[in-house]
């Protein structure tokens, strides 16, 4: 069975799921239990993993299971809903009920916990809805029938397995064609649409991931980076006058669904109450829940993580973050002048093949019909000049065109991010949505002399991330 995250040892006050009078319904405060080690963070932000397993991992799990006990205790916490009564259910097979349940820890708790009683409790809301309104539909559609058999919350689960491992191969697809599975569904979709030219297809996909991750808002960059150049275009052409406002609409509506949800925090929290017993981010100028949950029960914020307990965790992200920073300098250094000026110093050529991206549709119509006639006169040629006009072509198209410098910037931003401010930790899985880093890696694997022994550095860091997530994350050890 596939899981989702790993939080560490828990218990239902650290989770928040104690069960007070519906009336009160108080914030209850995330502590790390002091029986967990300190030497890795256990309260980490939240964070929702899948993998698409093979076989041999597959059974790597199972075994693994097998020979340790889980680290993670918060399986057992299962109080019931505020807004219901208790009732006992009888399922017909208990064993198998009680199998699922176990598997149901950590984020898990949370996202089922929304699914099935909504938000209860203030630090639910650090889990974004559209995860849980999937689960919530696809146990009452098409796995209802399980429900007598198994129980709500075990199909509950099992919902969330199925649209994370479906979102997961779906986002796969999108990523050969041109983690977090519905994010990363979302987010490498709707990059997919951007560079296909179909924008408002674009702005729907990217606005799906922001109701999924807080951090799909990031996803605006692209149309920033494209209404940056439309408004140099428009100044220097004199045309596209409204280029800022048509580039700012796809943010807007981008953003939408994270302040939606912020929104609606605030309305079941805020509104309704004394000055004096709404909670201190209620009385903000800018009232956001969500950063007043990561700083307040997670600890999330600029360098409150630089503490010498924690460089274990800075050695667990090492890998992720070397590989970023490796195709960030690379990519610097083989086009310091596209990258440095942002893509306007661009050979006009390069910015062809990413017409899109630069909003250069005349001039690629233009460039597009001198590339026919230069390849119609080509085909009378002999082979070999054939070869090289491919090889000039592959090259536009491959890591080091212009199309990938917004993917850069954006990873760039991301890996700044994760290391100055969030638990440095969860690097992996937050930087594991960028396409950018799996094209690095391929492009390093297919190099020649030192780039392909930097290859086989990445196949056996590969290896052994599949060997030791297999034991540590099905466990739910300090792994992401």
């Known amino acids: 069975m596939v899981t989702w995250s790993i939080c560490g040892r828990l218990t239902s006050h650290s989770l928040g799921l104690q069960s007070p009078s519906p009336k009160s319904r108080p914030p209850q405060p995330l502590q790390q239990n002091p029986n967990a080690s300190n030497e890795f963070l ?22 693994w299971r097998t020979l340790l006990s889980p680290y993670d205790t918060s399986a057992p916490i299962n109080p019931n809903c505020l807004s219901t009564n208790p009732s006992q259910q009888n399922v017909l097979f208990p064993s198998l009920s009680s199998a699922i349940e176990s598997s149901i820890v950590c984020d898990s708790v949370y996202f089922v916990r929304i699914a099935e009683c909504s938000y209860e409790y203030e630090q639910t809301y650090a889990f974004f809805p559209l995860l849980p309104l999937c689960m919530s539909m696809l146990s009452r559609t098409d796995l209802a029938p399980l429900v007598p058999v198994i129980g709500q919350r075990p199909v509950l689960g099992l919902s969330g397995n199925v649209i994370n491992n479906i979102g997961f191969v779906f986002a ?32 729907l996909w990217f606005a799906l991931s922001g109701f999924s991750r807080s951090h799909g808002v990031l996803s605006a960059g692209y149309f920033c980076f494209q209404t940056m150049h439309q408004t140099y275009d428009a100044v220097f052409s004199r045309k596209c006058p409204f280029a800022v406002v048509g580039g700012a609409l796809p943010c807007i509506c981008i953003f939408a669904p994270f302040v939606a949800f912020q929104a609606y925090g605030y309305n079941n929290i805020c509104l309704g109450h004394l000055p004096s017993n709404m909670r201190p981010w209620c009385k903000a100028r800018v009232p956001l829940l969500y950063n007043y949950i990561q700083s307040h029960y997670w600890g999330v914020g600029f360098l409150r993580y630089f503490q010498v307990k924690r460089l274990p965790n800075f050695l667990l992200a090492s890998p992720i973050l070397s590989l970023t920073l490796c195709s960030i300098v690379h990519y610097a250094k083989s086009k310091s002048e596209t990258f440095f000026s942002l893509g306007f110093r661009a050979p006009p050529e390069d910015k062809d093949s990413a017409a899109v991206l630069f909003s250069l549709a005349e001039y690629s119509s233009r460039s ?113």
């Open 172 to 203: 796969a697809g999108y990523l050969y064609r041109y983690s977090e599975t519905l994010f990363a569904l979302f987010s490498v979709g709707g990059l997919y649409h951007l560079i296909s030219g179909k924008d408002v297809i674009a702005v």
């Open 42 to 63: 256990t309260e980490t932000p939240p964070r929702n993993h899948s993998y698409q397993i093979s076989n041999p991992v597959l059974t790597l799990i199972f075994l």
């Open 368 to 480: 597009q019909e001198n590339h026919n006639l230069k390849a119609r006169n080509q085909v009378n040629k002999d082979g070999a000049a054939l070869v090289s006009e491919e090889h000039k072509l592959s090259a536009k198209r491959g890591y080091l065109s212009v199309a990938v410098l917004p993917c850069i910037l954006h990873l760039g931003f991301m890996a700044a991010t994760a290391f100055f401010v969030t638990h440095v930790q969860v690097a992996t899985h937050f930087l594991s949505f960028s396409p950018a880093l799996y094209w690095f890696a391929s492009y390093i694997m297919k190099s020649r002399g030192t780039g392909k022994r930097r290859g086989y550095i990445v196949w056996a860091y590969s290896a052994a991330y599949i060997l030791l997530g297999s034991l540590l994350f099905s466990n739910f050890y300090p792994f992401t």
